[in-house]
């Protein structure tokens, strides 16, 4: 009988117990969350491929920024049109706009890349209409969820909370509170930690995220102690039952 105690306490002690405050997204406390997106939108950076229409009451009047018209047959919008041309920004931060020729977008909002646009467009078209999308923002998750991967954004704001609820949220496994966000800009890497099981993460710079943005979730004690072991583990396992088994029917 001492043989089977022993073996129940040997188990017991490589699984640990989580606690309520180690599970629990931001518990609750003082802190005032101040987070502004306008503070922390994503910056243009080089690489960045972006999608840029012209629109205008006069639809002529817009082609030759275009190169390729953004209206339907029917003299509609088509915003999910993959033609719309693209242009990538450069190591100096420019694109080379037709009519315009190099604009400086590094570095800058989509909002305000949109206002640089308008303000020369302006000058070849009466009231035009900007529209940027970014066509390469992706963020990568990995370590402790359920979906690791890389994500296609489409929309350039996006929270960490929502690139981890597109992975499938943590695992029971992962450590809640030293989330790792990496991220690159102007070619110097940051890295920033977050622990989700307080409010503070809100205020975070990192809470919204910009393109390439890489979010590492570590694995806690007991994932990593599980992992030492191998399906040699289950044949130990079974072997010293047996063993048990047979010296407890012979010392009856």
Do not use: H, W
Not at 143 to 155: A, D, K, S
Not at 171 to 186: A, H, K, S, Y
Not at 223 to 233: D, F, M, V
Not at 242 to 247: A, E, K, M
């Amino acid at each position: 009988m001492r043989i089977y105690l022993y073996l129940i306490l040997a188990i017991s002690l490589f699984t640990s117990c989580a606690s309520r405050k180690d599970l629990v997204y931001f518990q609750p406390d003082s802190t005032a969350l101040t987070t502004s997106y306008e503070l922390n939108a994503p910056k243009l950076q080089p690489g960045d491929i972006l999608a840029i229409s012209v629109t205008a009451d006069d639809v002529r009047a817009t082609l030759p920024f275009n190169q390729i018209s953004p209206y339907n047959s029917n003299g509609t919008i088509q915003n999910t049109n993959p033609f719309i041309p693209t242009y990538v920004i450069d190591l100096e931060g420019n694109i080379d706009f037709p009519k315009i020729g190099p604009l400086k977008l590094g570095g800058k909002t989509r909002a305000e890349a949109i206002n640089i646009i308008k303000t020369e467009v302006s000058k070849f078209i009466v009231n035009p209409g900007v529209s940027i999308e970014i066509r390469n923002f992706r963020i990568t998750v990995l370590g402790e969820v359920r979906n690791p991967g890389t994500f296609q954004i489409t929309n350039d704001r996006i929270t960490v909370l929502e690139a981890l609820g597109l992975a499938g949220d943590l695992t029971i496994n992962g450590v809640r509170n030293n989330i790792l966000v990496i991220r690159e800009l102007d070619g110097e890497k940051s890295e920033y930690r977050l622990d989700l099981t307080r409010r503070e993460s809100l205020n975070s710079p990192a809470y919204y995220l910009m393109q390439n943005d890489v979010i590492y979730v570590e694995p806690n004690g007991a994932r990593i102690q599980s992992s030492k072991y191998t399906q040699n583990t289950s044949i130990f396992v079974s072997i010293a039952s047996v063993v048990i088994t047979v010296i407890s029917v012979l010392t009856r």
